[in-house]
């Protein structure tokens, strides 16, 4: 079975600062799909970034960017010139290449201070 | 285009009783997911429909059920509800097969009193 593990509850930085968000997983498949989700008070849960486990280079959305170590089966989210909005909990997840179902981690809440 | 509705935004019930939520998945997507999100558990997989089958179950007793209908929205029945139920409910919408990216809507507060 795969597990998705984030080690950091809670975090807070000042804005305009860099922070980075851990993720371990672990799994016996060798293809599969990683996600950072980002779900703000509002509830609704919000696509970040993905990272296809086949592709050796680190996925980038703007300000978002993913250190992928597949042997170490590590996947960090860092985010840069950190903002207000970026206040939120942010979710790693894992799925199998089959897309049958997300497994999330339990989360890290971010707190962006002015 | 529209997202993903999920109706009510909020529920109150008691136990025992029975509910149910509604899923309207973005339009053309024919694969819904629902997820429980609560505290001390966080997300867990409940199922998944595809084309008004269930593709896939998650470890939840048999009191959760859920179906899909030919418009690819989908509802998901509790009964017998439990304190324990209390959560946010979440719906995700994919557009199918081999597709990555899932759209959540904004959930289900089901609270059981």
């Known amino acids: 079975a795969q597990t998705v593990t984030q080690s950091q509850p809670e975090m807070s930085v000042q804005e305009a600062e860099t922070v980075t968000l851990s993720c371990t997983y672990d799994?016996?498949?060798?293809?599969?799909?990683l996600f950072w989700y980002k779900q703000p008070p509002s509830r609704q849960m919000i696509l970040v970034i993905r990272?296809?486990?086949?592709?050796?280079q680190n996925a980038t959305e703007n300000r978002f960017s993913v250190n992928f170590q597949k042997a170490a089966k590590s996947f960090s989210l860092k985010i840069s010139d950190s903002q207000l909005g970026d206040t939120a909990m942010y979710f790693c997840?894992?799925?199998?290449?089959?897309?049958?179902?997300?497994?999330f981690g339990k989360g890290t809440r971010l707190h962006i201070l002015p | 285009k529209a997202g993903v509705t999920q109706t009510p935004r909020y529920l109150i019930k008691t136990r025992g009783q029975q509910v149910t939520l509604s899923c309207s998945p973005i339009?053309?997507?024919?694969?819904v997911s629902w997820y429980q999100q609560t505290p001390g558990q966080g997300l867990q997989f409940l199922f998944e429909?595809?084309?008004?089958?269930?593709?896939n179950k998650g470890n939840f007793p048999g009191r959760f059920s859920g179906r899909q209908f030919s418009n690819s929205r989908s509802e998901m029945n509790v009964s017998t509800l439990e304190l324990g139920d209390s959560a946010l409910y979440l719906c995700?919408?994919?557009?199918?097969?081999?597709?990555?990216?899932?759209?959540f809507g904004q959930g289900t507060r089901l609270t059981v009193v």
């Open positions: 339009s053309g997507h024919r694969s």
């Open positions: 799994t016996s498949e060798n293809n599969y799909y």
């Open positions: 429909y595809f084309s008004e089958t269930q593709r």
């Open positions: 990272q296809e486990a086949y592709k050796q």
């Open positions: 995700a919408s994919r557009s199918g097969t081999g597709n990555t990216e899932a759209f």
């Open positions: 997840a894992f799925m199998k290449l089959s897309g049958d179902k997300i497994i």
